[in-house]
């Protein structure tokens, strides 16, 4: 039984660790990104790389890629891309909390660090779109039309839905996210 990528990645020889390196710097996938030598833990290297793979794998989603803290990365959209895609993209850049010299080679090159969050949030627009259809669906009963700017301001927290085990807020988030995941598809 063999195991994983990622267990492997942790069990690496230093030999087998400076392969993956060398390979990862020359690859011409991801020439675009800055590579150093350098072991990079304060999340400056992993950030600068992570708003250009964003720009270049989803181009038509705005990301704000910031540096909270040292060894920490915080990644915030409105719309556009799920947060599973998106982690998807940049959950390479985390390095494990405890030194690992041959471990994951991606945040060796391209630097890393031990906190790599995703924010996705929701404009106006997209939450009157999605509250329209749960009510063309009849799926808030008798309940009145609720604003996307209660909802951004957690008012519906807690307002029951007649025969559903959501509440309103709930409802709501996971009709959207749904929605997101529907029209993510069709770009």
Not at 22 to 29: E, F, G, T, V
Not at 127 to 133: A, K, N, W
Not at 135 to 149: A, D, F, H, T
Request: proline share 7%.
């Amino acid at each position: 039984m063999s195991s994983s990528p990622a267990l492997q990645a942790l069990s690496m020889t230093p030999e087998a660790h400076a392969t993956a390196c060398a390979r990862l710097r020359h690859s011409p996938r991801y020439a675009f990104l800055e590579t150093t030598t350098r072991d990079e833990r304060d999340g400056a290297l992993a950030a600068a790389n992570i708003a250009k793979l964003l720009s270049v794998e989803l181009p038509s989603v705005g990301f704000d890629v910031t540096r909270p803290h040292a060894s920490a990365v915080h990644v915030r959209w409105i719309d556009g891309a799920t947060e599973y895609t998106v982690y998807g993209l940049i959950k390479r850049f985390q390095r494990a909390a405890i030194d690992e010299p041959c471990g994951d080679p991606w945040p060796s090159v391209f630097g890393g660090a031990e906190f790599v969050m995703c924010y996705r949030s929701y404009s106006s627009a997209f939450l009157v779109e999605v509250i329209d259809e749960l009510y063309r669906r009849r799926e808030l009963g008798n309940l009145p039309l609720p604003s996307p700017e209660a909802f951004l301001a957690g008012q519906l927290a807690g307002v029951p839905v007649p025969g559903r085990n959501e509440d309103l807020h709930a409802l709501i988030e996971l009709k959207a996210a749904a929605t997101a995941m529907v029209w993510e598809s069709w770009t």
